[in-house]
């Protein structure tokens, strides 16, 4: 099993050039099907999750081409299967994107309840409601979703969370139903935004995201297109934090700095810098920072979970006291024990941490235990005293592309071993 040997306290310096946004990826992979003609996604990055996607689209019947550009091509032409293997859906959340496609391309679905990060309850029921609203009927017996929209409507629906993935599910549900469907209390993150761009440039009728409602008309079919996908802003927060922790200076490039407000106007409180110019943010810093008081988790615009872990491993070695609270999963805080045993002091209470900052921390034998966990947990030994054994990074591959070549090319001592 790999695993990184990381000796700390090196500096980093250098220029970070961020791709495409997993988080964006995933779905726009799954709208790809919603058309006969070829969909080309640039600059995506080689990671597992995308890869366990591209196998799903392969296995019912997708032809795929990826070249060194990170460039990927669907040919959903004569796809011939409207069911997800139990095996595939389990290794991947995200294959629950495919019900809304694959719904409104062939009325019929069949998918296995899916897997991913175990870092909370994260209910599905959110899309099967929105989906029963638009007049699906939706079988679940024996761990399997069975699926009919062969009477789909349109219709008005209102989420009882501001969900990601159903919102990003009902709009694709919703994109050949006749008629107007309205979504009401939808989340307002940049990949919703990204996905209603790339439907419309295929030749959808969608308004309203990045706002609480989002209106889709429905149109007889969609074409083909080529399109880049948003930067991924946890993957350039996860390099700014890094640069805050182990002192130097980083610039991200190919960034959208507005996505990541909530956590440039944190940092700023802090002792470090942050720059922000065009598409470039760069991170300065000297000397052991100031601790932010509180952090709470938020829907976008407020301060993600997915940076959660990462800010907390800042502040464990920030001067002061933080309080960080957990507002969107309740087991963000599987990665606290690790942490402690670098010599962190965390008390954990429900879904509030306090986290103490002390001098530094210490290197040690650590596991991860999800993906941004143990992302936080590589920064940790990056800033730490000595050499940090860090197991289970298959975690960390479903959504960082090469994390130790990235910063071992601004001078961190990290290598990949079996």
Request: with cysteine.
């Amino acid at each position: 099993m790999s695993r990184y040997i990381i000796e700390g306290g090196n500096p980093l310096e250098g220029r970070i050039r961020v791709k495409a946004a997993k988080n964006s990826v995933l779905p726009l992979l799954a709208a790809s099907i919603l058309t006969k003609e070829k969909v080309t996604l640039q600059n995506c990055p080689e990671i597992s999750d995308i890869r366990n996607m591209l196998k799903i689209l392969a296995g019912i019947g997708c032809i795929i081409t990826r070249d060194d550009s990170g460039n990927i091509t669907i040919d959903a032409h004569d796809i011939y299967c409207d069911a997800i293997p139990c095996v595939l859906a389990k290794e991947l959340r995200s294959s629950i994107f495919l019900m809304g496609p694959m719904l409104s391309r062939m009325k019929k679905a069949r998918i296995s309840y899916p897997g991913g990060c175990e870092i909370g309850m994260r209910p599905i029921d959110i899309h099967l409601s929105g989906l029963r609203e638009l007049g699906i009927s939706i079988d679940e017996e024996s761990g399997y979703l069975d699926c009919d929209a062969s009477g789909a409507h349109s219709a008005q629906i209102l989420l009882d969370l501001p969900s990601v993935g159903a919102t990003e599910n009902l709009m694709m549900a919703s994109v050949f139903i006749r008629g107007v469907t309205v979504i009401r209390n939808c989340a307002k993150e940049p990949e919703i935004t990204d996905l209603q761009n790339f439907l419309n440039a295929m030749g959808a009728r969608i308004s309203g995201a990045g706002s609480s409602m989002i209106t889709v008309e429905g149109v007889e079919k969609l074409h083909g297109v080529t399109y880049t996908p948003i930067p991924d802003r946890i993957i350039a927060g996860t390099y700014m934090i890094a640069a805050a922790m182990c002192g130097g200076n980083v610039t991200l490039e190919g960034v959208v700095p507005e996505h990541l407000s909530s956590l440039i106007a944190k940092m700023s409180k802090t002792t470090c810098k942050v720059i922000c110019k065009n598409d470039k943010i760069s991170v300065r810093s000297k000397g052991r920072l100031k601790s932010l008081e509180r952090i709470d988790t938020m829907y976008y615009p407020g301060f993600p979970t997915d940076l959660q872990t990462q800010i907390m491993a800042l502040q464990t070695i920030s001067r002061g006291t933080s309080v960080i609270a957990e507002n969107i999963f309740e087991t963000r805080f599987k990665t606290v024990p690790q942490f402690i045993k670098m010599g962190a002091d965390i008390t954990v209470r429900d879904r509030t941490a306090v986290v103490r900052g002390v001098p530094g921390l210490h290197g040690a034998e650590v596991c991860a235990t999800d993906l941004r966990g143990g992302a936080s947990l590589v920064l940790a030994g990056l800033a730490a005293e000595g050499r940090t054994e860090l197991k289970d990074i298959y975690h960390i591959d479903r959504g960082y592309e090469d994390m130790a070549p990235v910063l071992s090319e601004l001078g961190a001592n990290i290598i990949r071993v079996v």
